[in-house]
T-cell receptor, first 113, second 112 residues
Framework: AQSVTQPDIHITVSEGASLELRCNYSYGATPYLFWYVQSPGQGLQLLLKYFSGDTLVQGIKGFEAEFKRSQSSFNLRKPSVHWSDAAEYFCAVGRGGAQKLVFGQGTRLTINP | DTEVTQTPKHLVMGMTNKKSLKCEQHMGHRAMYWYKQKAKKPPELMFVYSYEKLSINESVPSRFSPECPNSSLLNLHLHALQPEDSALYLC???????????FGPGTRLLVL
């Protein structure tokens, strides 16, 4: 069965600093991979997705992620975080395309002023 | 219009009540989903509809009853819930099964 691991439960970075959130997946076939962001009490917003092709994908709000098949990873990066980036970030793998999403446990991002 | 809307935003109900959650999208999407999210946990899939037919039921208790009356509307009927059913209920839609899912803001449910 597929699974997603986000090793970091909570990360704190200073405003303006770079960010990398880790995501490792377990899936037998070529995965459909996603990063979603959730602000407190809100729904999930899609940041970016990878289905195939270029392994470096660009998303909204200045985020990017790199798919590395050899490491089974899909890490999320941002060169300079803003206070508004504070939120919960979920990595997800899709089975049957994106039919059934399996989410990681999430990483809570705190931004220091 | 790239929005999934959910009503109500908040709902408090007793264990003997019957209530319904509503989800709408006007993006022409033909697949719609219900998720349950407990505090500090990731969303968990409950139901998937494709072309108004139930495609996936993730062994959800029968006190949760989904309904898809048309391609734009998805309901979740609630009856005889338990306090442990208190959670954020998220709706999502996608162009078709297997395509990227877009989420609504959720309904926060409290069962007393």
């Amino acid at each position: 069965a597929q699974s997603v691991t986000q090793p970091d439960i909570h990360i704190t970075v200073s405003e303006g600093a770079s960010l990398e959130l880790r995501c490792n997946y377990s899936y037998g076939a070529t995965p459909y991979l996603f990063w979603y962001v959730q602000s407190p009490g809100q729904g999930l917003q899609l940041l970016l997705k990878y289905f195939s092709g270029d392994t470096l994908v660009q998303g909204i709000k200045g985020f990017e992620a790199e798919f590395k098949r050899s490491q089974s990873s899909f890490n999320l990066r941002k060169p300079s975080v803003h206070w508004s980036d504070a939120a919960e970030y979920f990595c997800a793998v899709g089975r049957g395309g994106a039919q059934k999403l399996v989410f990681g446990q999430g990483t809570r991002l705190t931004i220091n002023p | 219009d790239t929005e999934v809307t959910q009503t109500p935003k908040h709902l408090v109900m007793g264990m003997t009540n019957k209530k319904s959650l509503k989800c709408e999208q006007h993006m022409g999407h033909r697949a719609m989903y219900w998720y349950k999210q407990k505090a500090k946990k990731p969303p968990e899939l409950m139901f998937v509809y494709s072309y108004e037919k139930l495609s996936i039921n993730e062994s959800v208790p029968s006190r949760f009853s989904p309904e898809c009356p048309n391609s734009s509307l998805l309901n979740l009927h609630l009856h005889a819930l338990q306090p442990e059913d208190s959670a954020l209920y998220l709706c999502a839609s996608s162009l078709s099964l297997g395509e990227t899912q877009y989420f609504g803001p959720g309904t926060r449910l409290l069962v007393l």
